[in-house]
């Protein structure tokens, strides 16, 4: 019996597993898949508080605890506003000594540490900023800076944890699977986006404070599991650097020698643009569905699992058409113009009340926004030298994360003061124009890059 299933086993991961599930051709004789999709689990974590965050948190806030869509923007916001800081927390994770002779262990302790913390006091911080019960009679500040330092935490967490994370499964990979393997981690955190959104909307289905709180603080428990099983014996402890490991510059000699590089700060700019368009309606999707569509939180929620199965979806296809010979700029390009006709989808939803075109938009949202990720990444690594991979990889996280935050916070400021003078319906929908305009800006600004790739 034990060696059929050993058998089974190895048939999975040597067969199915790279037929079927992106990017599993990433494993190695020394890196096998069982280990590497153990050590994804903290991108697991990562997609379940991305959904906590953007998806059930900011539907709660705005509909159900009444909470001002611009202040909830602005909490769903900054914790991204420090992702500029993510190359300085790769580059500071290649050059860290410890004495238990771990560099990116304790970066992603502490990152999970934070996340812990910020979940953990994060449901009775939204009670106090909602009014709810006796919390009324206290100032109205107590309930806004307890909910920032909870997003915060989050936020600082998660850019953490995925930073270090990203390069220690970059440091077991060997150099030509590298690419696929962070391509496998991206994936694992659409799916875990995908389970968390479908389990969380079950969870809240009948919505009550309590219920917020046992889901939130469940999240807390969960992710600090999951970290801790994802890092278990994955990285070899020496008190000595790998060679080439030490600083052979500081970080401002090799960020310069970085934008250095052929069309850098184009590409920096249109992987800006673009990821602003694609989330500027992160925080209004799911209060749109509740406010104008009417749909209940469980039904908002299944909207993430919808945006994130798109993107799933945007990234095998990418992947597969990338690795065949297709230029990843060409790849991003198919993704900004997909994106188009999904946020025309989406504005003619509301008058026309209709759902499914609804549910279809918030597809190919997804859809567009992962071919884009994906060609503007693979772009950045293949052009990146071998020194410098993980700086570009930090490079474009910290662009696309800053640019999806600012995004979020205007999304929800202009949704706010447009629906002020006329009307909800109004508001959500100069949103959606205005990221159809950004798209176009994206398009134009990739031209360049398309002519000399």
Not at 294 to 303: D, F, G, N, P
């Given at each position: 019996m034990?060696?059929?299933?050993?058998?089974?086993?190895?048939?999975w991961?040597?067969?199915l597993?790279?037929?079927?599930?992106?990017?599993?051709?990433?494993a190695?004789?020394?890196?096998?898949?069982?280990?590497?999709?153990?050590?994804s689990?903290?991108?697991?974590?990562?997609?379940m508080a991305?959904?906590m965050l953007?998806?059930?948190?900011?539907r709660?806030?705005?509909?159900?605890m009444?909470?001002?869509?611009?202040l909830?923007?602005?909490?769903?916001?900054?914790?991204?506003?420090?992702?500029?800081?993510?190359a300085?927390?790769g580059f500071q994770?290649?050059?860290?000594?410890?004495?238990?002779?771990?560099?990116?262990?304790p970066f992603?302790w502490m990152?999970?540490?934070?996340?812990?913390?910020?979940?953990?006091i994060?449901?009775?911080a939204?009670?106090?900023?909602?009014?709810?019960?006796?919390?009324?009679?206290?100032?109205?500040w107590?309930?806004?800076?307890?909910?920032?330092?909870?997003?915060?935490?989050?936020g600082?967490g998660?850019?953490t944890t995925?930073?270090?994370?990203?390069a220690?499964?970059?440091d077991?990979a060997?150099?030509e699977?590298?690419?696929?393997?962070v391509g496998?981690?991206?994936v694992?955190?659409?799916?875990g986006?995908?389970?968390?959104?479908?389990?969380?909307?079950?969870?809240l289905a009948?919505?009550?404070?309590?219920?917020?709180?046992?889901?939130?603080?469940?999240?807390?428990?969960?992710?600090?599991?999951?970290?801790?099983?994802?890092?278990?014996k994955?990285?070899?402890?020496?008190?000595q650097?790998q060679p080439g490991?030490?600083?052979?510059?500081?970080?401002?000699?090799?960020?310069?020698?970085?934008c250095?590089?052929?069309?850098?700060?184009?590409r920096?700019?249109?992987?800006?643009l673009?990821?602003?368009?694609f989330?500027?309606?992160?925080?209004?999707l799911?209060?749109?569905?509740?406010?104008?569509?009417k749909?209940s939180?469980?039904s908002?929620?299944l909207l993430?699992?919808t945006l994130?199965l798109?993107?799933l979806?945007g990234?095998?296809?990418?992947?597969?058409?990338?690795?065949?010979g297709?230029?990843?700029?060409?790849?991003?390009?198919?993704g900004?113009?997909?994106?188009?006709?999904?946020?025309v989808?989406?504005?003619?939803?509301?008058?026309?009340?209709?759902?499914p075109?609804?549910?279809?938009?918030?597809?190919?949202?997804?859809?567009?926004g992962?071919?884009f990720?994906?060609?503007?990444?693979?772009a950045s690594?293949?052009?990146?030298?071998?020194?410098?991979?993980?700086l570009?990889?930090g490079?474009?996280?910290?662009?696309?994360?800053?640019a999806?935050?600012?995004?979020?916070?205007?999304g929800?400021?202009l949704?706010?003061?447009v629906a002020?003078w006329?009307?909800?319906?109004?508001?959500?929908?100069a949103?959606?124009?205005?990221?159809?305009?950004?798209?176009?800006?994206?398009l134009?600004?990739?031209?360049?890059?398309?002519?000399n790739?």
């Amino acid at each position: 019996m034990n060696r059929t299933r050993t058998q089974w086993v190895v048939s999975w991961a040597s067969q199915l597993g790279p037929r079927f599930l992106p990017f599993a051709d990433a494993a190695s004789e020394d890196l096998p898949l069982s280990r590497l999709l153990r050590l994804s689990l903290f991108q697991i974590s990562v997609g379940m508080a991305m959904v906590m965050l953007v998806g059930t948190l900011n539907r709660v806030m705005i509909v159900e605890m009444s909470v001002p869509t611009s202040l909830v923007s602005f909490m769903v916001a900054l914790p991204l506003l420090i992702a500029p800081f993510r190359a300085l927390i790769g580059f500071q994770s290649d050059h860290h000594r410890s004495h238990l002779g771990w560099r990116r262990v304790p970066f992603i302790w502490m990152g999970t540490l934070m996340q812990f913390g910020g979940f953990s006091i994060m449901p009775f911080a939204l009670l106090v900023l909602s009014g709810a019960g006796q919390s009324a009679q206290a100032p109205q500040w107590v309930g806004q800076f307890g909910a920032a330092v909870a997003f915060i935490l989050v936020g600082v967490g998660i850019h953490t944890t995925q930073t270090a994370g990203l390069a220690l499964a970059t440091d077991l990979a060997p150099q030509e699977k590298q690419a696929k393997v962070v391509g496998l981690m991206y994936v694992m955190q659409l799916m875990g986006m995908m389970s968390s959104a479908l389990v969380l909307g079950d969870l809240l289905a009948d919505y009550s404070p309590g219920a917020l709180i046992r889901v939130v603080q469940a999240v807390a428990v969960i992710t600090l599991v999951l970290n801790v099983v994802a890092v278990w014996k994955q990285e070899a402890r020496s008190r000595q650097r790998q060679p080439g490991a030490s600083p052979e510059a500081s970080f401002q000699d090799s960020w310069r020698l970085f934008c250095e590089g052929p069309h850098t700060v184009r590409r920096l700019l249109a992987v800006g643009l673009g990821s602003m368009a694609f989330t500027m309606e992160d925080v209004l999707l799911e209060p749109y569905g509740g406010e104008i569509l009417k749909l209940s939180v469980s039904s908002t929620t299944l909207l993430t699992f919808t945006l994130a199965l798109g993107g799933l979806i945007g990234f095998a296809w990418a992947s597969r058409v990338i690795t065949r010979g297709a230029d990843p700029y060409q790849m991003a390009s198919w993704g900004a113009w997909t994106g188009l006709p999904a946020f025309v989808f989406i504005i003619l939803a509301a008058p026309l009340m209709s759902v499914p075109l609804f549910v279809l938009g918030v597809f190919l949202i997804g859809l567009g926004g992962g071919l884009f990720a994906h060609g503007t990444l693979t772009a950045s690594m293949n052009l990146a030298p071998p020194d410098q991979v993980g700086l570009a990889m930090g490079a474009w996280g910290a662009v696309q994360a800053t640019a999806s935050g600012i995004g979020m916070a205007l999304g929800g400021l202009l949704r706010d003061g447009v629906a002020q003078w006329t009307n909800s319906v109004t508001g959500y929908s100069a949103v959606y124009g205005i990221e159809v305009v950004m798209l176009l800006l994206t398009l134009v600004a990739m031209k360049p890059l398309l002519r000399n790739s």
